[in-house]
Nanobody, 119 residues
């Protein structure tokens, strides 16, 4: 019923930039929080940044000042602008959204997009 489709990952040198996009589609009545999480093999999925529907944002300490999360609520899309990338930013980035399709709210995840930062 609901899909989150991510794009924009890839390979970049340290100091470079990437922009991730995640578009939600399907039977969507409303979206509250949207965010990005990063996972490295063998570790848990960690929060990178989140944004509420009214624009409030939250960032992991490791990305503050370098990453910017934004939303286009008319397109049900969330973006992550990543600047000054470091090798430790490498991982699979997953989009998350809390979506109401009927009476209830549920969390949905994208398929993940690989970001690799070379030193």
């Amino acid at each position: 019923q609901v899909q989150l489709v991510e794009s924009g990952g890839g390979l970049v040198q340290a100091g470079g930039s990437l922009r991730l996009s995640c578009a939600a589609s399907g039977s969507i009545r409303s979206i509250s929080g949207m965010g990005w999480y990063r996972q490295v093999p063998g570790t848990q999925r960690d929060l990178v940044a989140t944004a509420t529907a009214d624009g409030s944002t939250n960032y992991a300490d490791s990305v503050k000042g370098r990453f910017t999360i934004s939303r286009d609520n008319t397109k049900n899309t969330v973006y992550l602008q990543m600047n000054s990338l470091k090798p430790e930013d490498t991982g699979v980035y997953y989009c998350n959204a809390r979506i109401r399709t009927g009476f209830f709210w549920n969390d949905y995840w994208g398929q993940g997009t690989q970001v690799t930062v070379s030193s």
